[in-house]
């Protein structure tokens, strides 16, 4: 009994990740090299898209103000940007990867992480690492497409 229901969920669950059928093909999409690929020779995508989702590769704020809340800031629009491009948007994010320098900078991250996500509650994970240079943050995403 168990393993038929467990099957019956498991089919609904890939049913709904199918893409729309309006959805854009993006099976691989370039990543901006300058931003997102510092060594062009390794293979690199900015994206993506299996069945009805789409993974996005761990994005950073770039150039700009520093400090955590406003390299959050950048890096979420530049998620937004790409979730666009790639048909989907912030809405259907369903899981997001945040990694930071200093765990201590949780609180002032999510400020502004929570404007971004107002309805929508992705399922979220907060690791503590070392990125290098002077970013704060990175994060990732998995969006339905």
């Not at 990867?97 to 971004?116: H, I, K, P, R, S």
């Amino acid at each position: 009994m168990l393993r038929g229901v467990t099957a019956a969920v498991l089919g609904a669950t890939i049913a709904a990740c199918q893409p729309p059928a309006d959805a854009p093909p993006l099976s691989q999409q370039s990543a901006t090299p300058e931003y997102l690929n510092p060594n062009p020779r390794a293979p690199y995508s900015e994206g993506v898209r299996y069945g009805g989702l789409i993974f996005l590769a761990g994005k950073t704020g770039g150039a700009g103000e520093s400090g955590v809340q406003p390299e959050t800031r950048r890096t979420l629009e530049s998620i937004q940007d790409a979730l666009e491009r790639f048909g989907s948007s912030m809405d259907r994010v369903v899981k997001c990867t945040v990694f930071l320098v200093d765990m201590a900078e949780w609180g002032a991250m999510n400020e502004v992480y929570q404007e971004f996500f107002p309805d929508n509650k992705p399922a979220r994970t907060a690791v503590g690492i070392s990125l290098g240079g002077d970013t704060r943050v990175e994060i990732e995403c998995i969006a339905a497409a």
